[in-house]
């Protein structure tokens, strides 16, 4: 069945700093992808999202680029901020009639001033 | 954007009871919502989808009779987790998605910690 692998938190980094979260999927065919992210005592949110083979997703300083060959979607940005602290949940859904999401585990990020 | 609601966000209650956790659409009507359970450290696992007027279609492994969903409205959905055990204790999470929407446009309640003693 369809899994997502994202690397094992907590990651601590200082401001300025910059953030990679590696995430890897296992799929039939050509899932859609997508980067969530949940902050302290709210609910999950879009952050970025691709559909095809090479399409890169962006948001908020937020990068994410699709690549097939390697079956990965990692999250970078340059320089993090405090701001950016939360849960980070990769994700993939392949369509359908109700297009059902599968999570990563999270990763904890804290960036530290 | 969208608002999710949930209610309660955390319930302690004593085994062998019933605890209903309710799921609600703020700003827009939702034909479609999902249940998602998550265990610590771990992912969020899809329990079942619930779309107004019908039957939740529940994923493989869940028990349909100890989780009861309802979405009697296009606003509101209630998960009862009946006769509550302890290893039902979990973070409990709903999306709604809005008419028309796809994956992407599944909006994600703040969750529900539920302790079973």
């Known amino acids: 069945g369809d899994s997502v692998t994202q690397m094992e938190g907590p990651v601590t980094l200082s401001e300025e700093a910059f953030l990679t979260i590696n995430c890897t999927y296992t799929a039939t065919g050509y899932p859609s992808l997508f980067w969530y992210v949940q902050y302290p005592g709210e609910g999950l949110q879009l952050l970025l999202k691709?559909?095809?083979?090479?399409d890169k997703g962006s948001n908020k300083g937020f990068e994410a680029t699709y690549r097939k060959e390697t079956t990965s979607f990692h999250l970078e940005k340059g320089s993090v901020q405090v701001s950016d602290s939360a849960v980070y949940f990769c994700a993939l859904t392949r369509g359908g009639s109700n297009y059902k999401l599968t999570f990563g585990k999270g990763t904890l990020l804290t960036v530290n001033p | 954007g969208a608002v999710v609601s949930q209610h309660p966000s955390r319930v302690i209650c004593k085994s062998g009871t019933s605890v209903k956790i309710e799921c609600r659409s703020l700003d827009f009507q939702a034909t479609t919502m999902f249940w998602y359970r998550q265990f610590p450290k771990q992912s969020l696992m899809l329990m079942a989808t619930?779309?107004?007027?019908?039957?939740?279609?529940?994923e493989q492994g869940v028990e349909k009779d100890k989780f009861l969903i309802n979405h009697a409205s296009l606003t509101l959905s209630t998960l009862t987790v009946t006769s509550a055990h302890p290893e039902d204790s979990s973070f409990y999470i709903c999306?709604?998605?809005?008419?028309?929407?796809?994956?992407?446009?599944?909006?994600f309640g703040p969750g529900t910690r539920l302790t079973v003693l």
């Open positions: 691709a559909t095809e083979a090479d």
């Open positions: 999306s709604a998605e809005p008419p028309g929407g796809a994956g992407d446009t599944q909006y």
């Open positions: 619930s779309n107004e007027g019908s039957k939740a279609t529940y």
